[in-house]
T-cell receptor
Framework: TQLLEQSPQFLSIQEGENLTVYCNSS?????LQWYRQEPGEGPVLLVT?????EVKKLKRLTFQFGDARKDSSLHITAAQPGDTGLYLC??????????FGKGTKLSVKP | DTGVSQNPRHKITKRGQNVTFRCDPI?????LYWYRQTLGQGPEFLTY????????KSRLLSDRFSAERPKGSFSTLEIQRTEQGDSAMYLC???????????????FGQGTRLTVV
């Protein structure tokens, strides 16, 4: 069974702080996707990382895929209240259907 | 095309009743997926279609669950004889068919929130 472990499960920080969320697995994935989900809504795709060691930036968000394609991290610089939400990582099993972690619930207080 | 559309957004039903949800994928996407998400958990894979063919079903999909995609466009997910444990958010996603050596990106609908009372 392929499992994706996300940490931390909950994170509450003040506006302006930096944070990092981790996504780890013992399995190799062909790609890994990060989503953000708000209460009562579906997940919204933020980024897909494909190549081992790849780093992608989306404004204040930096995503990294581990060299072995088993883990990933999401770093947010100068967090804002609008960043509040559930951050999910999902691994592609190469058939296209995704395995999700349980998510990191982020709360950014003004 | 405005993305993946799911109906209804919310459904409250009595235990034992049947319910049906609909998903309209992004028009050029030939893959369609169903996921279930309970409180505090990430989405769990239920089943997926390649055009009209149902290619994989999770063990989570009991005999009371059935999904169809008759014309390879929209899909329905039916739950018969609902139980309280079926209460969850049911998410639909669509994507292009992954090609060898290339990743595919899945786009989700807003989900159908089912409450069984």
């Amino acid at each position: 069974t392929q499992l994706l472990e996300q940490s931390p499960q909950f994170l509450s920080i003040q506006e302006g702080e930096n944070l990092t969320v981790y996504c780890n697995s013992s399995s190799v994935f062909s790609s890994l996707q990060w989503y953000r989900q708000e209460p009562g809504e579906g997940p919204v795709l933020l980024v897909t990382v494909v190549t081992g060691g790849e780093v992608k930036k989306l404004k204040r968000l930096t995503f990294q895929f581990g060299d072995a394609r088993k883990d990933s991290s999401l770093h947010i610089t100068a967090a804002q209240p609008g960043d509040t939400g559930l951050y999910l990582c999902a691994g592609d099993r190469s058939q296209g259907n995704l395995i999700f972690g349980k998510g990191t619930k982020l709360s950014v207080k003004p | 095309d405005t993305g993946v559309s799911q109906n209804p957004r919310h459904k409250i039903t009595k235990r034992g009743q049947n319910v049906t949800f609909r998903c309209d994928p992004i028009s050029e996407h030939n893959r369609l997926y169903w996921y279930r998400q309970t409180l505090g958990q990430g989405p769990e894979f239920l089943t997926y279609f390649q055009n009209e063919a149902q290619l994989e079903k999770s063990r989570l999909l009991s005999d009371r669950f059935s999904a169809e995609r008759p014309k390879g466009s929209f899909s329905t997910l039916e739950i018969q004889r609902t139980e309280q444990g079926d209460s969850a958010m049911y998410l639909c996603a669509s994507s292009l068919t992954p090609k060898r050596g290339m990743n595919t990106e899945a786009f989700f609908g807003q989900g159908t929130r089912l409450t069984v009372v």
